[in-house]
């Protein structure tokens, strides 16, 4: 991480404690401790992690495929590479074919298909809200990883065009904060290049 904020805090958990109540609070999203607690393991883990190589779709008929013990290890896992990956690289998702919308997609559905898998609480539960407020987990890890002020013309371009693509209501937000005004989001006018 290079925020210096980091530097002052004890662990990289506690520095992702921190920003992580602060992006729920600013995106006004309601969270259970669990939930949090979450998001902030999650975080803290991939800043060393790597990222798998294969379609998450074929990983996830994967999982469909596998033992139950394995099964619920492939499920967390493609939950939670897609929630990074749609929260901390949407921009580069954007560029390509597959963009946040496919990842917000197989990311709910794994944490989805837990939540069903798990018969108690606190799982049960936890994998339950990471799946229904999925898009806006994504805006709250988007929070966390574009902390710092856009500095050029073209990364407010960036904004605007990511914006265009996902109706992002974090995204207009900060448009507006940078003193563009957005007009309300209408899915299906765009169309990709990817066809």
């Known amino acids: 991480m290079s925020d210096p904020g980091l530097l002052h805090h004890h662990s990289v958990s506690e520095y992702f404690h921190e920003v992580v109540s602060e992006a729920l609070r600013a995106q006004g999203v309601e969270a259970s401790a669990h939930a949090e607690f979450y998001l902030v393991n999650l975080l803290s883990e991939y800043s060393h992690a790597t990222l798998p190589d294969e379609p998450l779709s074929i990983l996830l008929l994967r999982a469909d495929e596998s033992e139950p013990h394995e099964r619920l290890r492939r499920l967390r896992e493609i939950g939670d590479h897609s929630l990074y990956l749609s929260g901390f690289f949407a921009e580069s998702l954007e560029r390509r074919c597959i963009d946040v919308d496919y990842y917000i997609s197989i990311g709910g559905t794994a944490y989805g298909r837990l939540a069903r898998s798990y018969t108690t609480p606190p799982w049960s539960d936890t994998?339950?809200?990471?799946?229904?407020?999925?898009?806006?987990?994504?805006?709250?890890?988007?929070?966390?990883?574009?902390?710092?002020?856009?500095?050029?013309?073209?990364?407010?371009?960036?904004l605007y065009e990511r914006y265009l693509r996902t109706g992002s209501s974090w995204t207009a937000r900060r448009l507006r904060r940078h003193g563009l005004g957005v007009v309300p989001f209408s899915r299906g006018g765009g169309g990709s290049a990817c066809a």
């Open 127 to 158: 994998y339950r809200e990471l799946s229904a407020k999925f898009a806006q987990l994504v805006d709250v890890l988007s929070e966390v990883a574009l902390r710092t002020p856009l500095r050029t013309n073209s990364d407010l371009l960036q």
